[in-house]
């Protein structure tokens, strides 16, 4: 029975790593989720059914377009890659239960914003409504007793994030801190509760300062989206809660 689950969930989540990364990149730029169809983002040629099989088109097609044969942004082929394997990672880590939902939720919303930050510098509302919506009807029926500590931990952290980016402001004399990578903690927040969130914010920064260091020469104007490495801080303390939650416990 599991391994019929985790070949459905690789299936579902290629799929969906497929559409929310084409999500990614159409909400940024106004364009409506259904219409018009798949097409290519150089030629604007609409792609038939076959040229948009996640994964397998793209090794098929070599990374190009088939008609103008300019080459297919990598980041979508990872988005199809993270849904493929986070989705069924999700399940083996923790079957169908609330850590599931939260972790599965919180991967969508990256899936999504590994586009629309890294291409656009752009998260979107829509996005994090939705996660938040999603949230809530998790916890209500799958944890009731920890949604209104988490829905008080998402406003207290948005709270604590908004005066950070009016400090940072006063002190740097530019904007410090965009408003959806505020809004982003706030979810973060309902997802993990109020000490956890800053443990994903410690985990946040040393990869956001890695990837900086990483590609510090082709980065000329130092700007970094953050957005991604919110979510992959909080996917760590998920993944690692085990070791996480009894230092934290010990620590307060």
């Known amino acids: 029975m599991d391994t019929f689950i985790i070949i459905w969930l690789l299936l579902i989540g290629a799929i969906m790593g497929s559409f929310l990364g084409c999500m990614g990149y159409r909400i940024p730029n106004k364009i409506k989720t259904t219409y018009p169809s798949s097409f290519c983002s ?5 792609l038939k059914w076959y040229m948009n099989i996640p994964i397998i088109s793209y090794i098929i097609q070599d990374g190009k377009c088939v008609y103008c044969k300019e080459k297919i942004g990598f980041i979508y082929f990872l988005c199809e890659i993270l849904g ?14 609330i850590e599931f939902f939260i972790s599965t939720i919180l991967t969508c919303v990256l899936i999504v914003t590994i586009v629309s930050d890294f291409e656009f510098y752009y998260i979107s509302d829509r996005v994090l409504v939705l996660a938040t919506i999603a949230l809530i009807i998790s916890y209500y029926f799958l944890d009731r007793s920890q949604l209104l500590m988490r829905i008080i931990s998402a406003i207290v952290l948005f709270g604590v994030m908004y005066g950070i980016k009016i400090f ?26 109020f000490l956890n969130s800053f443990v994903s914010l410690f985990f946040a920064s ?37 070791i996480i939650d009894p230092f934290i416990t010990n620590l307060f």
């Open 42 to 46: 150089s030629c604007k040629k609409p």
């Open 206 to 242: 040393v990869t956001g300062l890695i990837f900086s260091l990483i590609t510090i020469k082709k980065n000329k104007e130092g700007i970094i989206p953050f957005g991604p490495f919110l979510i992959i801080g909080a996917l760590i303390v998920i993944y690692f809660s085990n």
């Open 168 to 193: 940072g402001n006063i002190i740097f004399k530019r904007e410090s801190l965009g408003d959806g990578d505020i809004k982003l903690m706030g979810v973060i927040g309902l997802s993990l509760g």
């Open 84 to 97: 493929c394997i986070m989705f069924a990672m999700n399940y083996i880590l923790f079957k169908f239960n």
